[in-house]
C-alpha cells in the first residue's frame, strides 16, 4: 500500500482530464507519432471499466501501428525509432523490440536512452527463454541458464556516456540478481554508488498531444509515468535484493559485513530520493528503500525484541480444571511494546495439532528492560502432550525472542551499538512522517496543473520539484532540482515491504510431564 499510494493518486487525479479534438502536423510521419503517443496516454481520460494495468496495455497495442507508421513516414528519425522500440517492449514483443532499436542505434549509438531500452529488451528476451543448459540438460543454477551478457553490455553502453548517472548501473544489478548472478550485482550496485547521483532520461513524448495545456501535460505525465515507474521497481527490486544479501551474512554471523550492506542500502535509497527530476515517486520510493535500510540495520543490534527462557514459562493443568500456561517475558528492545500477545498452541502426542489460545500479557506497554507476565487458558483435553509459545505484536506479527541470556559479546555489542540503534530508529520515524506529508503537496500539485497550467512540460516538471522540496528536506534529501533536456535523453550530473521480517524467530516448546512440560 505504501509503495503505490501516490502513484494511484497521481493516475486517478489525471484521470479527470477531457481531450479536445487534436490539432494536425505536416512533417512526415509527425501526425501518426503523435497518434501513438496519444494511445499510449488515452487511459488518462478513463479506464473504461478496465484495471489501470488492462488499460495500459491496451493503449500500448494500439500505439503500434500508429509508430509503425511513423517510422515508414521517416526512417531516420531517431525519435522515432526508439518510440517504437520502446513500445514494442512495452507491448510484450521483444524480438520486433530488438530489431528496431538495433536500427535506431546504427543511427545514433551513444544515446544513454537508446542503449538503456536495449539492455532491457535483451534481459527481456533473456527471462523467456527456456532454461536449459549444455546438451539439453537442465542447468544447476538459475545463473547458468539465463544469458544476460548482451544486457549487460548495453547496460554499461547506458552508463558510459553519462558518468554522473547511476540509473543503468542500479538497473544491471537488478537483472543480474534475479539472474542469479550475484557477484556481478554487487559489482555494479558498488560502481553505482560511487557516481553522483540518479537522473531518470525522458521519452521523446510530443508535448502537444492535446490543445488544452493541461490535459496535455496529463497526458504527457501519464505516458512518461510508466516508463519511470518501471525503472523505479527495479531500483526497488535491487535494494530488497541487497537487503537479502545482508541478511545472508547476517545468519553467517558477519555482522560487520551485514553492516556494511545495509549501509549500501541506506545509500541506494537516499539517490533514488534524490533522483533527477525531483517527483513524488521518486522520493516515495526512496522513503520505502531507507525504511527497509533502517529496519535491517536495528535488527543487528536489536534481533531479539523479546526475552523468555525455558525456567521462565510451565504449563498443566489448574484446580478449575483448565489447561494453563503461565510465564514471564523481558522486553529487550529500547521501546515501549505495546499490545505484545502471547500464544499458545497445544499438539497431541503425534505432534498434530489440537487447539490453540492467546492472550495479552498483563503489561501494556511493556517499558524497555522490564518482565511481564502472561497467562493463557483453555479447556483441558486429555490429549494434550505438548505445548508451544510464540508472541505477536499489536499488527498481528510474530516477534522473535531470545530463549537464554545474552552472551558477553551480545550484550557489549547491544549496549555498544544503542545510541545509533536510537538515532536509526529515529530516522525511520521521520520517514514515516514524511510519506504521509506528501499527500498534500501531490494534491495541490495536481489541482494547479488543472487551475494554472504550465506552458510546458519543463514547467510542469519544475512545478513538481518545487511542490516537493520541502517534504524532501524533512527527510534529509536535497532537493538540488536539475531537468533533464527536452527530447530523447537526459544527461547531465545528477547529485517494502514492511520492515524486514523476523530472522530466526524463537518458540518455546516441550511436552507433558506432570504438571510441567
Keep these: 500500500m505504501r509503495r503505490y499510494l501516490l502513484v494511484v493518486l497521481l493516475l486517478a487525479c489525471a484521470g479527470a482530464a477531457r481531450a479536445a479534438q487534436p490539432g494536425r502536423t505536416a512533417a512526415a510521419g509527425a501526425s501518426e507519432f503523435n497518434a501513438g503517443w496519444r494511445q499510449v496516454?488515452?487511459?488518462?481520460?478513463?479506464?473504461?471499466?478496465?484495471?489501470?494495468?488492462?488499460?495500459?496495455?491496451?493503449?500500448?497495442?494500439?500505439?503500434?501501428?500508429?509508430?509503425?507508421?511513423?517510422?515508414?513516414?521517416?526512417?531516420?528519425?531517431?525519435?522515432y525509432r526508439i518510440s517504437l522500440g520502446y513500445i514494442y517492449l512495452s507491448a510484450g514483443k521483444y524480438d520486433k523490440a530488438r530489431e528496431a532499436l538495433a536500427e535506431a542505434a546504427k543511427r545514433d549509438r551513444k544515446n544513454p536512452l537508446l542503449s538503456l531500452f536495449r539492455a532491457q529488451a535483451e534481459a527481456a528476451t533473456a527471462f523467456m527463454k527456456p532454461e536449459t543448459g549444455v546438451g539439453g540438460e537442465a542447468p544447476a543454477t538459475i545463473a547458468d541458464a539465463k544469458d544476460i551478457?548482451?544486457?549487460?553490455?548495453?547496460?554499461?553502453?547506458?552508463?558510459?556516456?553519462?558518468?554522473?548517472?547511476?540509473?543503468?548501473l542500479v538497473q544491471a544489478a537488478s537483472v543480474a540478481f534475479e539472474t542469479g548472478k550475484q557477484e556481478v550485482a554487487l559489482a555494479k550496485l558498488d560502481a553505482a554508488l560511487k557516481r553522483a547521483g540518479m537522473t531518470?532520461?525522458?521519452?521523446?513524448?510530443?508535448?502537444?498531444?492535446?490543445?488544452?495545456?493541461?490535459?496535455s501535460v496529463k497526458m504527457w505525465q501519464h505516458a512518461q509515468m510508466w516508463q519511470w515507474l518501471d525503472l523505479l521497481a527495479r531500483c526497488t527490486n535491487a535494494a530488497r535484493m541487497m537487503v537479502r544479501y545482508g541478511t545472508q551474512k547476517e545468519d553467517a554471523g558477519d555482522l560487520e559485513g551485514a553492516e556494511a550492506?545495509?549501509?549500501?542500502?541506506?545509500a541506494l535509497g537516499k539517490q533514488v530520493g534524490n533522483a533527477h527530476p525531483n517527483m513524488f515517486v521518486t522520493v516515495n520510493t526512496g522513503i520505502d528503500i531507507m525504511e527497509d535500510a533502517y529496519g535491517s540495520l536495528v535488527h543487528l543490534?536489536?534481533?531479539?525484541?523479546?526475552?523468555?527462557?525455558?525456567?521462565d514459562w510451565s504449563w498443566g493443568q489448574d484446580a478449575d480444571g483448565h489447561a494453563v500456561v503461565r510465564g514471564s517475558v523481558k522486553n529487550l528492545s529500547t521501546d515501549s511494546l505495546k499490545g505484545v500477545t502471547a500464544v499458545v498452541r497445544w499438539d497431541k502426542t503425534d505432534r498434530t495439532f489440537l487447539t490453540s489460545a492467546r492472550a495479552p500479557v498483563a503489561d501494556q506497554p511493556i517499558p524497555p528492560g522490564k518482565t511481564s507476565q502472561f497467562e493463557v487458558t483453555t479447556t483441558w483435553d486429555p490429549?494434550?502432550?505438548?505445548?508451544?509459545?510464540?508472541f505477536e505484536s499489536a499488527a498481528g506479527q510474530t516477534m522473535p525472542?531470545?530463549?537464554?541470556?545474552?552472551?558477553?559479546?551480545?550484550?557489549?555489542?547491544?549496549?555498544?551499538?544503542?545510541?545509533?540503534?536510537?538515532?536509526?530508529?529515529?530516522?525511520?520515524?521521520?520517514?514515516?512522517?514524511?510519506?504521509?506529508?506528501?499527500?498534500?503537496?501531490?494534491?495541490?500539485?495536481?489541482?494547479?496543473?488543472?487551475?494554472?497550467p504550465p506552458a510546458s512540460i519543463e514547467g510542469a516538471l519544475d512545478r513538481e520539484a518545487e511542490s516537493v522540496a520541502r517534504v524532501m528536506r524533512g527527510?534529509?534529501?536535497?532537493?538540488?532540482?536539475?531537468?533533464?533536456?527536452?527530447?530523447?535523453?537526459?544527461?547531465?550530473?545528477?547529485?517494502?515491504?514492511?520492515?524486514?521480517?523476523?530472522?530466526?524467530?524463537?518458540?518455546?516448546s516441550g511436552s507433558k510431564s506432570g504438571s510441567h512440560r
Design 301 to 311: 543490534y536489536e534481533p531479539y525484541p523479546l526475552q523468555m527462557k525455558d525456567s
Design 261 to 266: 550492506v545495509y549501509r549500501q542500502v541506506l
Design 383 to 390: 490429549t494434550m502432550h505438548h505445548a508451544t509459545v510464540t
Design 41 to 79: 496516454a488515452a487511459p488518462v481520460l478513463g479506464y473504461q471499466g478496465k484495471s489501470a494495468l488492462q488499460a495500459h496495455q491496451d493503449a500500448v497495442m494500439a500505439a503500434v501501428p500508429h509508430l509503425e507508421a511513423a517510422v515508414s513516414a521517416d526512417p531516420a528519425n531517431i525519435s
Design 200 to 215: 531518470f532520461y525522458r521519452l521523446p513524448i510530443p508535448e502537444n498531444l492535446d490543445p488544452s495545456k493541461s490535459v
Design 475 to 508: 527527510v534529509g534529501l536535497s532537493p538540488t532540482h536539475t531537468l533533464p533536456p527536452e527530447g530523447i535523453a537526459g544527461a547531465g550530473k545528477a547529485g517494502r515491504t514492511p520492515f524486514p521480517p523476523p530472522r530466526k524467530p524463537g518458540t518455546a
Design 149 to 168: 551478457s548482451a544486457a549487460l553490455r548495453f547496460f554499461d553502453d547506458a552508463a558510459r556516456p553519462d558518468l554522473g548517472n547511476s540509473l543503468a
Design 401 to 452: 525472542y531470545l530463549p537464554r541470556e545474552f552472551s558477553p559479546e551480545e550484550q557489549s555489542r547491544a549496549e555498544k551499538g544503542r545510541p545509533q540503534v536510537e538515532a536509526w530508529k529515529g530516522e525511520t520515524g521521520v520517514l514515516y512522517i514524511g510519506r504521509g506529508e506528501l499527500v498534500g503537496p501531490l494534491q495541490g500539485f495536481v489541482k494547479s496543473i488543472d487551475e494554472n
